[in-house]
C-alpha cells in the first residue's frame, strides 16, 4: 500500500478549502487535518473556476505534494466529453481523474498514459538525473521537480503497460 493511500484510509478529518482562495492553501495544510482537499467545484464560481485549477497545481508543486486529480465528468455515456475533459486537466498539471461510471474510467487511462515521446524524455532526464546529480538535459536545468516529474511519467508508464498485460491475458501473468 502507497503513504498516499495509507493517508486517505487514515484520514480523520478532511478540511475543505475553497480552489479560489489559494491564500487559505498553507493555513489549511498547516492546521494539520487528516486531508485537505482544495474543492475545484462546488464552493467555486464558474467563472473562476480555470484560475482555481492553476492555483492548484502551482501550490501542490510548491509544497511538493502529490499532484492533483480532476474532478468528475457528469457525462456518463459521452466518452468525448470525459476525454477532452481529462486531456484539458493534463495539460494544466492534473495527473489522475475521478470516474462515476465504469465506462470512463478506460478512456480516462487512455487520456492519462504517457505518450512515447513523453517516456523516452522521462528517461533520458531520470539517467542525466543519475549520472549528473543536477544536471542540463537539452539546455535545460534538471532539478527536483524535472527529475520527481520524470519519476512520474515512467511509474504511470509502468503501470499502464502492466494493466495491459494484465487486460490481454485474462489477469494471468
Not at 465504469?102 to 531520470?126: F, G, K, N, Y
Not at 512520474?152 to 501473468?173: F, H, M, P
Request: glycine residues 6%; hydrophobic residues 40%.
Amino acid at each position: 500500500m502507497t503513504p498516499v493511500i495509507e493517508q486517505v484510509r487514515d484520514a480523520r478529518t478532511l478540511l475543505f478549502v475553497p480552489g479560489n482562495r489559494p491564500e487559505r492553501f498553507a493555513k489549511a495544510h498547516e492546521s494539520a487535518p487528516g486531508l485537505v482537499v482544495l474543492d475545484l467545484e462546488d464552493a467555486v464560481p464558474a467563472a473562476q473556476k480555470a484560475a482555481a485549477r492553476a492555483h492548484a497545481v502551482e501550490w501542490l508543486a510548491a509544497a511538493d505534494i502529490a499532484p492533483p486529480v480532476d474532478g468528475v465528468t457528469g457525462a456518463v455515456h459521452d466518452t468525448e466529453s470525459v476525454r477532452g475533459d481529462v486531456r484539458y486537466a493534463r495539460r494544466l498539471g492534473f495527473t489522475g481523474k475521478l470516474c462515476i461510471h465504469p465506462r470512463q474510467v478506460p478512456v480516462a487511462e487512455e487520456a492519462l498514459r504517457p505518450t512515447d515521446e513523453e517516456v523516452r524524455w522521462a528517461r533520458s532526464v531520470v539517467e542525466a538525473a543519475e549520472t549528473h546529480g543536477v544536471a542540463v538535459h537539452e539546455g535545460r536545468m534538471v532539478d527536483k521537480p524535472v527529475a520527481d516529474r520524470a519519476q512520474r511519467i515512467l511509474r504511470t508508464a509502468g503501470r499502464t503497460q502492466r494493466a495491459a498485460v494484465d487486460r490481454d491475458s485474462g489477469g494471468q501473468r
